[in-house]
C-alpha cells in the first residue's frame, strides 16, 4: 500500500485501536489474574490450552518459552488444579497437557468478560455497522496472521509490508 492520506489515517486508527484494545486486555487480565492468584504467562498457558491438549514441547513453542520454563508454569497449574498432565497414548514419553474442567470454566469466565467488553464497543453501530466491522477486522486479522508467519523472513530480505495488493 502506497503511503497517502486515508493510508495514514487508517495506521492512525489501528495504532489507537490497538494501543486501546491493548490496554483494556492488559487491566482486564490483570485485575482478574490477580483476583485469581495467577500470573499473566500461567493465564496465557491457560488460553492457549483452551484449543485443545498439546504436548508440552508445543506448548513451549507456542508461548515462545523454554522447556523448563513450561514445565515450571505447568507446575504450578497442575497444583492449582487447572491443568492435567498425561502421557501420550502412542508415546508415553510424550506428555500432554489439558485443560481441566475447573480451568475450561475458568478460560471461559475470561471470554464472557473480554466479549462484554467487545459488545460495549460494538453498542452504538447498526447491525450493518456491526457486520461491515467484523468483516473488515477479520480480514486485516487474515493479512496479520500472512504477516507474522513470514515476519521472521522478511526481516533477513527486506520483504516486510511488501505484498500485492488483493492477496
Known sequence: MAESAPAAEVEEVLNNLAEVMSKLMV??????IV???L????AQVLRVLRRGPMPTGQLATEMRISAPAITQLTDRLIRK????RRAA???RRCVIV???EKGAHLVDQFR?????IFIYALSDLSDADQKQVIELLGRVVRVLETYESS???GWNNGSIGRREKNQ
Do not use: N
Request: glycine share 4%; net charge negative; hydrophobic share 25%.
Open 27 to 32: 487491566d482486564h487480565y490483570q485485575k482478574h
Open 81 to 84: 488444579g487447572l491443568i492435567e
Open 112 to 116: 464472557q468478560r473480554r466479549r462484554e
Open 39 to 42: 500470573t499473566l504467562p500461567q
Open 89 to 91: 497414548a502412542d508415546d
Open 98 to 100: 489439558a485443560l481441566s
Open 35 to 37: 483476583e485469581l492468584d
Open 151 to 153: 515476519a521472521s523472513e
